[in-house]
């Protein structure tokens, strides 16, 4: 394999690195690209494309790729990422890749983060532009950040070669970060890819740090007061026939491949220009050593100032062709270019009838520049209008929304000059409306260099100043440009077959045009019809080209028919990223009580409730869940139980107006409530469904302390404070949350007042003394705490309340008296699905009122209001076949019903349609029943008491499961057991 | 994500809020003289405009209070922030 | 009898050059609920010794530490131990004014994080702009850090005060570690 590596680069200075590509050894340089190293390599042909099986190559030089996909598979899989892009690593091992790609067969060992950061001026962008706007805001003392997605600044300039203040521009770029570094309020990201620019300036960038870094890639959240875009802008391509052979490059690509990583893309090229810029590109690739075969140049006048005989020492080795197109690629044995069509090219239109004098042009590059589309896309996602400009045949920023500004190519200004003028100003006032006003300093100057680093001493100058370049500046120079760029799109012809707009989707212009003949106008409808733009370039090059061929063939003007959305992400990244810290055990808070290292010790397993951790049963050696289980309520139901409560909220509610305002809230009364008493409550929403439910206790005149349900303990306590503020903030009431100040043991059976007699030896606990639904303050274990005595299990039982520091303390005390099993939640939702309690949020769903739960007795006729009552009475809650809480009792009693299944009254199943009266919310093992039980949502429940229904359960044409209805509490109807 | 100028925090992320609809919809004084269509209209009516609207926002990760703005929702600019009490004025 | 037990008892504290992060357990923690234009958020400032901060997103020293949770509602934390006595003295203050008096020392456990890189390290979780101009010593906020809820008190040399509910506590530890990493 022949190098195509230019002799004496200082590229080449980098270290060796060994890759293997499509399972052939290669070497590289520290500092490739792997697409550059492919390119040195001789690589042309790096994948073939998903759906045409066509050869693709190398197209462009950075994130703006459309072809050159590959699939990293050492050191860690990676799919579908953009050779262009992957910095070129000691080992790498990548296949070209050809449609989907393979994600990893394993977890990511790496670590993703994220940061906050804040900052006066964000500039996005480290080019010309980009770094003047950062060195004069920063000179302000703002905070400053300088995000740029390369590994080292300097934007375009190494690329092409040009001086700043009489140095490489490279070198200029590291000397602007140095004094940034200098600077205590100014931040460099490099390798920082903005990606998406939201309201209120907040853009969120990807950091790729590297393997060796304590996170592989970080994202940024970025709040700016003020944005700097000096995004730069895209050489756009033009659709003609053949355009996607390998070996059909962007001009500035190949520019950038041969200054920047002294790399040759080809031997000798054809350039296909409409514009002046392209000269500068053979220019450099004529020094270069690759051969100019040909410059074709759309435009009938051929620049003077750049024809090849302004540069001293070069001459193109083939002509200047103005007034010409390229018609035709052809291919070599490997698929890519091995020779150019080019025709005379006269009026316009859109069929090939304009075309003359073919002639066919060997080589192996051909090099496209169809003018420059600036990098709108966060100035688009900001907000900001885009306009187009005539002139330069592209669009540009507009009016913008947020204090946001685009600088330099980003906003249309082409000239190096230019952009270090226009980005100088707008760093300075950027700074000054975030209030740093900016020091005045001079602009950085372009002063010809007779020797630029990486290019031959003959080369000459490139933008002398006050001289506009190939192309016209937007506002800053008043100069004219040699020669208007021309806004060429595709060459026409009568088969626009191979015209590739999107390369990646491989859409044609004949997709296109198909599109438009099936009579779509909008691009976005296009774009979804023939996915231009959807890959994962999202239509860096073909969006605009695709714009511009819908104008074409709808015959309106493309300013007016507008572009595509810009959508963040600019580049893909990651979901690894994305998630950042929050995976794994990190994924989502796991909130745990104070008693929890007890109940890992003791090989609870868990039920996650919410965030929260909660014991779900205590399997004993050989146990299933359902053996533990029906030994937990067993224990409970004939000695005594114990369970972590800790995690219901509690929300103290403090305040004259206290008994008020739970009246207003809860369906029942509150005020009434004695000190030392204790009431069940329900909440509804103003609609009259059921929201949540628990105790309120009265600790004093003015003091209640109410219990949520575990789940809704933020939203209750949100709840509350909606109404007290938004509504009655008159009431003299505070509220605050506790939950968390107590933890809670839930003590229940027969035998839990003796445990607690002799846990609390100073508490009268007999029935009498310490009667149902009621609180007392003691100390239990030696411990301050408050004794609730109220039942979640029909069975005698307490909950004991000492603050979180004791909780430990507690339970080992209660388990410590040998007389207690602890339970889980499992058995708790059995037993209280025995007596027919429901759990809000399993047997409601927010369709729910009290009296469909069958608890008209919790809703109080004596308030004249509370919220939901008036919905009590609207038509729709009262009609008679609602769905009520019933019982179900399978035929078969070792049947258990899957929750959430489906109710009917036949069997077996007629047709569909078929009606479901409704759905099972509770199912279980009773071993106080010696049978499975279910709750159910059932319409006209209450009616249908005795009646024999049916849960289709098996695959279809097994007849369903018959059941029969009951009430809801299965256990203990008289509450006998209450007292002990 | 937006910034919401809460009136005692000062600016701070849309994350740390919870939103809380349309402004200036008072419950009822008396909600039992009511007919059912006007409930109803209480209940489940809110306007959608594009434009101004004023509209209730919690700062439930700060302060737990709530306030109400103007915000223009083609924009998401905002105006005229105001503590909670006004809410129902 | 066992002892008390705090929510981050046996986890390790970190010390190393530039970070710091232990937990202050067991800190008395009473929430408190005054007018602020009232006689008795005066009267309530004599008995801490400090004015109630009026300043939105402020914190004050004085015989406890007083912090701006809302308008009308403070954090005041002292030492271990003194919740009962601060209870009933700021209750007496109040005298027959309206105020709200809540004991949740234990509802929430403090982490100090301190050293050179302490911002550094919140930033990693925390949307606040922590930039000294801006959150100096002396500012408190609610917020979140990571996935959770935490009041956040700027002390003097870079230090920070992060009280965390008890439940969360585990997992903010486990964050804040997998955080530090970079800086250990």
């Known amino acids: 394999m022949t190098s195509r590596r230019r002799d004496g680069h200082p590229a080449h200075a980098g270290e060796a690195l060994r890759f293997r590509y499509d399972g052939r050894d290669y070497e590289g340089r520290a500092g490739d690209t792997l697409a550059a190293a492919l390119l040195a390599n001789g690589v042309r042909v790096v994948t073939r494309s998903a759906g045409l099986d066509r050869p693709r190559g190398v197209y462009a030089a950075w994130t703006e790729e459309p072809n050159a996909l590959v699939q990293i598979e050492k050191p860690f899989p990676e799919p579908m990422l953009q050779a262009t892009t992957v910095e070129l690593y000691d080992g790498l091992v990548a296949t070209g890749l050809r449609g989907r790609g393979r994600l990893a067969d394993r977890p990511d060992p790496a670590r993703y983060d994220a940061c906050h950061a804040h900052c006066d001026v964000l500039v996005v962008g480290a080019g010309p532009a980009g770094l003047a706007a950062a060195s004069a805001a920063a000179a302000s003392g703002a905070r400053v950040i300088l995000a740029d997605d390369r590994p080292a600044a300097g934007g375009s300039l190494p690329d092409t070669g040009e001086t700043v203040d009489g140095v490489p521009g490279a070198r200029w770029a590291a000397g602007v970060l140095a004094e940034l570094a200098e600077r205590p309020e100014a931040r460099v990201l490099t390798c920082t890819s903005v990606f998406g620019h939201y309201d209120d300036n907040y853009l969120v960038a990807v950091e790729r740090r590297g393997e060796a870094a304590a996170s592989r890639e970080r994202i940024w959240r970025i709040r700016a007061r003020r944005v700097v875009l000096a995004t730069g802008a895209h050489e756009r391509p033009i659709a003609f026939a053949g355009n996607d052979l390998p070996g059909v490059m962007l001009a500035g690509a190949a520019r950038a491949y041969a200054n920047r990583y002294g790399v040759l ?716 | 994500m937006l910034l919401i100028p809460c009136p005692w925090c000062g600016p701070r992320d849309e994350a740390e809020f919870h939103y809380g609809g349309q402004a200036h919809v008072a419950y009822p004084d008396d909600p039992a003289a009511l007919s059912d269509e006007e409930w109803a209209r209480y209940l489940f009516f809110r306007d959608n405009p594009k434009g101004r609207f004023a509209e209730r926002w919690s700062h439930a990760a700060g302060c737990r209070r709530w306030f109400t703005l103007t915000r223009d929702t083609s924009t998401n600019t905002f105006t005229n922030t105001s503590a909670a009490p006004e809410v129902t004025a | 009898m066992a002892e008390r037990v705090s929510p981050l008892a046996g986890f390790e504290p970190v010390s190393a050059e530039g970070l710091r992060i232990a937990e202050v357990p067991f800190l008395t923690q009473v929430n408190l609920r005054a007018d602020p234009e009232s006689p008795a958020a005066a009267a309530l400032g004599d008995a801490l010794g400090v004015p109630l901060p009026a300043e939105p997103g402020t914190w004050a020293r004085g015989d406890a530490d007083v912090l701006w949770l809302g308008p009308d509602e403070w954090l005041v934390v002292g030492p271990p131990g003194g919740a009962a006595e601060l209870e009933s003295r700021l209750r007496k203050a109040a005298g027959e004014a309206r105020v709200g008096v809540t004991d949740v020392s234990a509802q929430r456990t403090t982490v100090l994080v301190g050293g050179s890189r302490s911002r550094d390290l919140l930033a990693h979780g925390c949307a606040l702009d922590l930039h000294p101009r801006m959150f100096g010593p002396g500012r408190c906020a609610q917020t979140s850090l990571a996935r959770a809820q935490v009041v956040l008190a700027a002390r003097e040399g870079g230090e920070f005060a992060v009280l965390v509910r008890s439940s969360f506590a585990a997992y903010l530890w486990a964050w804040l570690l997998d955080a530090a990493a970079e800086y250990l």
């Open chain 1, 265 to 980: 893309a080809g031997r000798r090229a054809v350039v296909f220009t409409a514009n002046d810029s392209a000269y500068e590109a053979a220019r450099d690739l004529a020094a270069a050593g690759i051969e100019i075969a040909a410059v074709i140049d759309a435009r009938t006048t051929v620049p003077a100032r750049l024809e090849p005989g302004a540069f001293p020492g070069h001459v193109f080795a083939g002509p200047v062709l103005p007034g010409h197109v390229v018609t035709g690629v052809g291919a070599g044995p490997d698929g890519s270019v091995a020779s150019v069509t080019v025709s005379a090219f006269s009026g316009s239109g859109l069929s090939g009838s304009g075309l003359s004098g073919e002639r066919e042009i060997e080589a192996d590059l051909l090099l496209v520049s169809g003018g420059w589309n600036p990098v709108v896309h966060l100035f688009s996602q900001s907000g900001g209008a885009l306009r187009f400009d005539d002139g330069l045949g592209a669009f540009l920023p507009g009016v913008s929304v947020q204090p946001v500004e685009a600088v330099g190519a980003a906003r249309g200004v082409f000239t190096l000059a230019g952009c270090l003028e226009d980005g100088a100003a707008a760093g300075a006032r950027a700074a000054e409306a975030a209030g740093f006003p900016a020091p005045q300093r001079p602009v950085p100057t372009v002063i010809p260099a007779t020797v630029a680093a990486g290019r031959t001493a003959a080369t000459p100058p490139v933008t002398p100043p006050a001289t506009p370049s190939a192309t016209p500046s937007a506002t800053l120079s008043a100069t004219p440009p040699a020669t208007p760029p021309m806004a060429l799109w595709l060459v026409p012809a009568d088969d626009y077959g191979t015209h590739f707009v999107d390369l990646q989707r491989e859409v044609t212009v004949a997709d296109v045009m198909r599109a438009t003949g099936s009579g779509l106008r909008s691009v976005e409808h296009v774009k979804r019809y023939t996915t231009a733009g959807t890959a994962h370039d999202q239509g860096k090059l073909s969006g605009v080209l695709t714009s511009a061929i819908v104008a074409h063939a709808t015959g309106v003007e493309i300013g007016d028919l507008g572009t595509t959305t810009f959508r963040a992400p600019y580049v893909p990244v990651s979901f690894a990223a994305l998630a950042g810290r929050d995976r794994g055990a990190l994924h989502d808070p796991v909130r745990v009580t104070s008693l929890h290292s007890w109940h890992v010790a003791h090989g609870a397993l868990f039920e996650n409730v919410g965030q929260w951790k909660r014991p779900w049963y205590y399997p004993r050696p050989g146990e299933d869940m359902d053996t533990a289980v029906l030994r937990e309520c067993a224990a409970v139901r004939d000695g005594a139980g114990a369970m972590d409560a800790s995690t219901l909220g509690k929300i103290d509610v403090q305040g004259p107006d206290a008994g008020e305002f739970l009246d207003r809230l809860y369906t029942n009364m509150m005020s009434t409530l004695k000190v030392g008493a204790v009431r069940y409550g329900v909440m509804c929403r103003a609609d009259g469904m059921v929201f949540d439910d628990g105790t309120v206790m009265r600790l004093a005149d003015d003091r209640f302390l109410a219990t949520t349900t575990t789940g809704n303990a933020a939203a209750v306590l949100d709840w509350m404070e909606e109404w007290l503020q938004t509504e009655w903030p008159s009431l003299r009431v505070s509220l605050t949350s506790v939950t968390e100040h107590w933890a809670t043991v839930a003590l229940a059976g027969p035998r839990s007042r003796e445990v607690l007699a002799g846990l609390a030896p100073g508490l009268a606990v007999d029935a009498a003394s310490f009667p149902f639904m009621t609180w007392r303050d003691a100390e239990v274990a030696g411990l301050a705490a408050r004794v609730c005595r109220i039942s979640f299990s029909g069975e005698l039982a307490y909950e004991i309340n000492v603050t979180a520091w004791d909780g430990l303390a507690l339970w080992e005390a209660v388990m410590g008296t040998g007389a207690v099993t602890p339970y889980g939640t499992e058995t708790m939702h059995v037993l209280r699905a025995e007596k027919g309690y429901p759990i809000i949020g399993q047997d409601t769903d927010g369709t729910v009122t009290p009296a469909d739960l069958g608890m008209d007795w919790i809703v109080s006729k004596k308030k004249a209001d509370f919220v939901g009552r008036r919905s009590f009475s609207r038509p729709d809650t009262s009609r008679p076949d609602r769905k009520h809480l019933v019982g179900l009792l399978p035929d078969d009693p070792g049947l258990r019903l899957p929750e959430g299944a489906q109710i009917v009254a036949v069997s077996p199943l007629p047709e569909p349609p078929v009606r479901a009266l409704g759905h099972v919310t509770s199912s279980y093992r009773s071993a106080a029943l010696g049978r499975t039980f279910a709750l159910a949502l059932v319409a006209g429940g209450r009616d249908r008491i005795g009646e024999r229904l049916y849960v289709p359960l098996g695959p279809p044409g097994d007849d369903p499961v018959p059941v029969t209805v009951t009430g809801p509490v299965l256990y203990d109807p008289e509450g006998a057991r209450r007292d002990g």
